[in-house]
T-cell receptor, first 115, second 112 residues
């Protein structure tokens, strides 16, 4: 089955700097890659996703890039703010016929933004 | 409408007892997932229901774990003969086909 790994496990950046979180996946058939953010004591929420037919997607300060050949994708956060501090999970699944297969998550990365 | 609802929010049980965790998905959502989150760990997939298809049970850690989804809506995760290693937050999520997963607030299970 699919195996999703995240590196590093923790990341600390200065407010205003950029943060990059990387994930690798094992199943070349995976074609849907979302990122979820989980703030302390709260439930995970989708922040951005990308499908395999595009290489990059941006939404304000966040962007995701996908390298299908290398089977890795990355989350980029620019101009980080203290409220970006959270655990970030990447995930992968296979979408066929309009429905997703199970979504496999990585172990998460704890991002700390120092004021 | 309401989001994904899980009950109970907290459950303390003794080793060897059975527990049932309930999930009420968002109305109309066709897919329902159960994940387990242990302290400092990621989101461990347990089971996935999609419409009327057979559920994907590949993540259930042992035969002590089972889940059902009645009428394509409410789901119950049952853990029999609980063990201390079962202690975790059990998260339910629902989605509508290819859209995002909406998570419930979870059930914190503590096995003493």
């Amino acid at each position: 089955g699919e195996n999703v790994e995240q590196h590093p496990s923790t990341l600390s950046v200065q407010e205003g700097d950029s943060a990059v979180i990387k994930c690798t996946y094992s199943d070349s058939a995976s074609n849907y890659f979302p990122w979820y953010k989980q703030e302390l004591g709260k439930r995970p929420q989708l922040i951005i996703d990308i499908r395999s037919n595009v290489g990059e997607k941006k939404d304000q300060r966040i962007a995701v890039t996908l390298n299908k050949t290398a089977k890795h994708f990355s989350l980029h956060i620019t101009e980080t703010q203290p409220e970006d501090s959270a655990v970030y999970f990447c995930a992968a699944s296979i979408t066929r016929g309009g429905a997703n297969s199970k979504l496999t998550f990585g172990k998460g990365i704890t991002l700390s933004v120092r004021p | 409408g309401a989001g994904v609802s899980q009950s109970p929010s907290n459950k303390v049980t003794e080793k060897g007892k059975d527990v049932e965790l309930r999930c009420d998905p968002i109305s109309g959502h066709t897919a329902l997932y159960w994940y387990r989150q242990s302290l400092g760990q990621g989101l461990e997939f347990l089971i996935y229901f999609q419409g009327n298809s057979a559920p994907d049970k590949s993540g259930l850690p042992s035969d002590r774990f089972s889940a059902e989804r009645t009428g394509g809506s409410v789901s119950t995760l049952t853990i029999q003969r609980t063990q201390q290693e079962d202690s975790a937050v059990y998260l339910c999520a629902s989605s509508f086909f290819r859209t995002e997963l909406f998570f419930g607030s979870g059930t914190q299970l503590s096995v003493l």
